[in-house]
Structure formats: C-alpha cells, structure tokens
C-alpha cells in the first residue's frame, strides 16, 4: 500500500485503484436524487376557497343581525303571499262588474267568505293585497334594479375620466337634484299616461342621481390603486378598467344602496299612488289601496287601511333591515380589498 493510499485509508477516504492522481470519493456515499424536487405548487382554486372564505365571513356577520333575518324570512314570506298566494286563494281582481256583486264594505268574516272584508267597490281585500303587492314590488324592484344601473355606470364613468367631463356630469346631477322630486314625477306621471312600465322608469329617473354621486366618489378613490395603474400601463381601456376593476371593488356600495332603494322606490309608489297618480283602474297598487282607504276610515271602515298601511310599513322597516345587516356584511369584503 502506497503512502498516499495508507493517508486515505486514515482519513476515511477510498481511492480507486487507478493510480494515485485519481479523483477522491467520499467514504460514505452521498444519495442524490435523479430528480430535483420541487416545492408544490399553489393548488388551483385558491382564489376560489378565498372567494369563499370571504362570503363565509359576510353570511356569518350578517346572520348576527337577528332582526335583518327576521326581515329577509318576511319579505320571502311577503313574496310568496303575492305571487302564489292567488293560486291558492282565488279572487276576482280585475272586474269590476262582477265585484259588484259582492256586499260593498262587507266587515272581515261577516259573510264567512272575506277573511278581511270588502272595499267600497265590492272587491275581496285579501285578494286586492295581493293584486297590489305584486305591482308594488314589481315597481320597487325594477325601478331600483335601473336606478341602480344607471348611477354606478354614469358615477364611474365621470370618476375614471374626471377632469372636465366629471365636472359636466356632475352639474347635469346637481340641476336634476335641485327640482323637487315629488313635483318632477307628478309632472311626468300627468304628462305620459301612468302605467307600471312608466312608473318604473320615472322612479328610476330619479332615483339613479344618489348611486352616481356614491359611486363617483369610489371611483375617485379605486382609480389611484396599484393595480388600475397596472392595468392602464399594459394598455387596458378604460371600459375594461371600469367593469372589471372599479366596479366589482365598488360592489358593497351597490348592493346596500340597491336594497335601500326598493324601501324607497315602494314609499315612491305609494305617494304616487296616495295622490291618485298610480296604477289606474282596476289595477292597483298599496298606495291606491291606501289612498281609497282613507276615505273609508273615516266612516269606521278600518279594515281598508290598516291592512295595507301595516303592510307598507313592514315592508319598508325589513328592507332598510336587511340594508343595515348587508352594510356591516360587506364591510368585511371592503377591509380585504
């Protein structure tokens, strides 16, 4: 043995048997593996299950409003009382000639077929709460649903561009917001003949200057963000900006307006409908109901007022719930944004 193999062999080391210029290998053997491993990749849906966690989140702050539950069970009931509540109790709503028939003023339960009575016309009141339900909530809804619409896309759009076409457009909502509101829709209502489509776009009409200024004012704010200035460096119009970016990062805004303006749009509809500017005849709607009952009353014929009073007032009390509950929801989604 060689004296450099007897200096390996007293280091631990093997040298091949190749001569003494040969490469070293370490005694113990190293195991490398054939492959690299790599780190796992982020599962896909990631941005999903987050998705997810944040609407866990909203739903568990908003089932900790009792009273916005309470409010939502009712308007489903309310709903439901609408819509297939005529399929299940059957009431002419519709003719007049053959309500007639019917006693006029007839008192709940005194003849055993009208559980809350007559009106003054002959029709059932049950009934005629659900006939006006539905054209009341339909306007609410609708009218909202294009208030809603309107305001955030004409409030972003004057917020991304600003300079002097936000300030025009602002102007145009600051002269709509100078006329009384009352007086504009009773001009518009006397001009064109009232119908439920009309009463929908008139309500709207003037109900889509609120969201426009909110949403202006977030779009102020989103337009400084990182990733806007992102997307406008790699060439991104401003349409893309504003429907992909500004408004969904706006949407807690949208949704608890939206649900204000239904209880505002039914108030709406029932003034219009008090003053003798709703649905004509033999439509109608709560506010009608209302207004013809007033009449009523006065000759101790309660029962055409106080059911529809009491049901406008529930309505409108569970939908401004149901707002509040969201609001505080949504404000999770707004801290994570």
């Known amino acids: 043995m060689t004296e450099a193999q007897d200096f390996s062999a007293a280091r631990g080391l093997r040298t091949p048997a190749t001569g003494p210029l040969a490469p070293v290998r370490v005694g113990v053997d190293l195991v490398v593996p054939e492959e690299v491993v790599e780190a796992p990749e982020a599962p896909e849906g990631g941005e999903a299950r987050s998705s997810g966690g944040i609407a866990k989140q909203i739903l568990r702050v908003f089932v900790e409003h009792k009273l916005a539950v309470a ?5 489903i009931l309310v709903v439901l009382f609408c819509w ?5 109790y059957h009431t002419n709503q519709t003719n007049q000639e053959l309500a007639l028939l019917n ?8 003849t055993g077929k009208f559980p809350l009575g007559t009106t003054q016309t002959g029709f059932d009141v049950l009934g005629r709460l659900m006939f006006g339900g539905q054209t009341s909530l339909t306007v609410g809804l609708l009218s909202a649903l294009v208030a809603t619409v309107v305001g955030v896309i004409y409030g972003a759009a004057a917020g991304f561009f600003g300079r002097w076409l936000d300030a025009l457009m602002m102007r145009i909502v600051d002269i709509v917001l100078s006329i009384p509101v009352l007086f504009l829709l009773i001009s518009l209502v006397t001009i064109f003949h009232s119908s439920e489509p009309l009463l929908i776009f008139v309500i709207a009409g003037v109900s ?3 969201p426009a200024r909110l949403i202006r004012g977030e779009t102020l704010t989103l337009r400084t963000r990182e990733y806007v200035q992102a997307v406008r460096a790699m060439g991104g119009s401003g349409g893309r900006i504003i429907g992909r970016h500004i408004i969904p990062n706006a949407v807690g805004t949208i949704v608890v307006f939206a649900t204000f303006q239904v209880a505002t ?4 509809l029932a003034a219009l409908g008090f003053l003798g500017f709703g649905i004509p005849p033999p439509g109608t709607d709560w506010g009608t109901m209302l207004s013809n009952g007033v009449t009523a009353a006065g000759n101790g ?3 055409e007022v106080y059911p529809v009073g009491i049901l406008i007032v529930l309505v409108v009390v569970a939908f401004n ?5 969201l609001r505080d929801a949504l404000e999770v989604r707004t801290q994570r944004r």
């Open 301 to 303: 014929w309660w029962w």
């Open 71 to 75: 409010s939502l069970a009712f308007v």
């Open 208 to 210: 889509w200057l609120i």
């Open 265 to 268: 749009s039914i108030l709406i």
């Open 84 to 88: 297939v509540g005529p399929l299940i």
């Open 103 to 110: 006693p006029e003023n007839a008192p709940p339960g005194s």
């Open 321 to 325: 719930f149901i707002g509040d509950a």
